[in-house]
């Protein structure tokens, strides 16, 4: 159980001057209760003080209404009370003279606490008042962060979940392939290098490209035209063998390279593609964006080491992603009530 502080402080705002000789009856009750007064006149400031305030310091906040409130009034309280409640959990208090129905079901509404008439006898237990105001705000304070913590450790938790549970499919899959006499799914090896597939009708620079690629690492599939390449993308499906990226040219001969890229998504959905290109035109780039292509690379190429980095940091990240859509799809159907369950306490437990 959380430990209820005392309200040592109260801002008051009031922007009438003389606001010690008209409210010191207040004044009065606040230093009985050993409750330190402070006056500022722009809601504004009390918002900074509240902000700054060190926590193990209980405030609260008293807004004076206008002497005769009239409907141009009522905004100006309104809008002080307003910018107050918006401080998390901050309730403020409006302090006035024989206050109509009117306002005090307006101020609740717009976030106030509660009304004292100065003029009325709760002015003789306005610490018992402000006590209790504070005391909802420390309750709501300590509920924010026993729900943050609870939210941290559903949160740790589903981490863990997904870590142990990644390890156990690759000891699974690794079981299964050897039970069966089979070496396990490359697309589904964590030790993998990326997996890079070209598409280029001009032999020496596809050679160019295989070279630089298998020297920086990465594994490589070269075709020269497209109607190739689908069939092929179609075969190391079947196998399953990994592609993380595909480097097509887009000047091919019978097949262009979008519509290449287009037949191979139907094998592999979200296969990412760089298109290279000896020259760009609004349709290429239009086709290219609409396709959701990575990026371009023109031709002839100026920098081979950059082109090559860029094509393995595409390729590795391609290869992350597709990695963990995997493993996030069997663990969700292995897990879906613990899942769904665990979204609803998260639903629940946000506090606006």
Known sequence: MTTKLPVTTAIIVADRPGVEDRLHNLFDQLAQSHIVATVVQDPDEATAQLVITDSKEVQCVLIEADGTPDNESYERILERIHTI???????????????TPSLVIQTLRAGGGDFIDLDGKELADVARILQRIADRYQERT???????????????????????????????????????????????????????LIIEDDRE???????????????????????????????????????????????????????????????????????????????????????????????????????????????????????????????KQRHEKILLRYRKLAAELHLD
């Open 85 to 99: 409640a918006a401080v998390p959990d901050i309730e403020p208090i409006l302090i006035g003279r024989s206050p």
């Open 142 to 196: 300590a509920l924010r962060g026993h729900v943050r913590g609870l939210r941290t450790a559903l949160e740790d938790f589903l981490k863990n979940l997904v870590q142990t549970e990644r390890r156990t499919i690759d000891l699974e899959r690794q079981l299964a392939a050897r039970q069966e006499g089979t070496e396990p799914l490359a697309q589904f090896d964590p030790d993998r290098a990326p997996a890079v």
């Open 205 to 331: 620079v596809a050679d160019l490209l295989i070279d630089e690629l298998e020297q920086a690492g990465l594994t490589t599939f070269a075709f020269v035209s497209g109607e190739e390449a689908v069939a092929n993308v179609a075969l190391l499906t079947r196998r399953g063998e990994a592609i993380d990226l595909a480097l097509v040219d887009a000047r091919l001969p019978g097949m262009d390279g979008l519509e290449a890229i287009r037949r191979m998504r139907e094998y592999r959905p979200n296969l990412a593609a760089i298109l290279m290109t000896g020259f760009s035109s609004a349709e290429t780039a239009i086709g290219a964006a609409d396709l959701g292509v990575v990026g371009y690379v023109l031709k002839p190429f100026d920098d081979i080491p950059a082109l090559i980095k860029r094509i393995k940091e595409r390729a590795t990240q391609s290869m992350n992603s597709a990695r963990e859509r995997h493993y996030l799809t069997e663990i």
